[in-house]
């Protein structure tokens, strides 16, 4: 069964920092992992994304600020974000691309964690 469990979410001050963790099971490969977020009233947006052979991608107002990285061995996705500012609050969720043991490959995603930043 394919899970994908996000946690490190919560409350902090802007200019505070924050890691999340999104730990992955039941997948035949990944191909790329990533974090989305969606603000209230807003559509869900691109934070980061990372292959499986390490190529990141960030948002432009996260970029220098987040830094996304994984563990291969843990089957584990983390988002460290830093600087953070009352427009980063949001539900965030972990994504992966990936193929799982009935060789359906697709996006498959956490059930999210909710971030927020008091100004």
């Known amino acids: 069964q394919v899970q994908l469990v996000e946690s490190g979410g919560g409350l902090v001050q802007a200019g505070g920092s924050l890691r999340l963790s999104c730990a992955v099971s039941?997948?035949?490969?990944?191909?790329?992992w990533g974090w989305y977020r969606q603000a209230p009233g807003k559509q869900r947006e691109l934070v980061a994304t990372?292959?499986?052979?390490?190529?990141?991608n960030y948002a432009d107002s996260v970029k220098v600020r987040f830094t996304i990285s994984r563990d291969n061995a843990k089957n584990t996705l983390y988002l460290q974000m830093n600087s953070l500012k009352p427009e980063d609050t949001a539900v965030y969720y972990c994504?992966?691309?990936?193929?799982?043991?009935?060789?359906?490959?697709?996006?498959?995603w956490g059930q999210g964690t909710q971030v927020t930043v008091s100004s």
């Open positions: 994504n992966a691309f990936a193929t799982n043991w009935y060789q359906l490959t697709g996006d498959y």
């Open positions: 039941g997948f035949r490969k990944i191909n790329r």
């Open positions: 990372i292959t499986s052979s390490g190529s990141t």
